[in-house]
């Protein structure tokens, strides 16, 4: 099955990626974990997203990676194609948890 916007699934390490670019951000990362430049690199964590009010989540944004830089906790997601509701995701994200999303 394709992907709508082109993206190709790609294994690396028997981690599937959802893109080729995706997978080689993530070798990059990799290497810059080897070199001691981030620390404590995960793939797909998960944000639970809460409305006002609301005891129950009614979303989650899942990020690609999320890793320490400097002691500074990074959230980044690889994009080949930026949608207006991936965007208000990230404003979610950044007023409830207070992360600003990286984009690569």
Known sequence: MRHKYGAK????????????KEARRYQEL????RAGEIQNLSLQPEFPLYAPDQEKPVGRYIA???YLERG?????DVKGYDTAFAKWKRKHLKMQYGFEVRIT
């Open 9 to 20: 699934p790609t294994t690396v390490d028997g981690i599937r990626f959802h893109s080729m």
């Open 30 to 33: 990799k290497l810059l974990e």
């Open 64 to 66: 690609d990676f999320e």
């Open 72 to 76: 500074k906790t990074v959230i980044e």
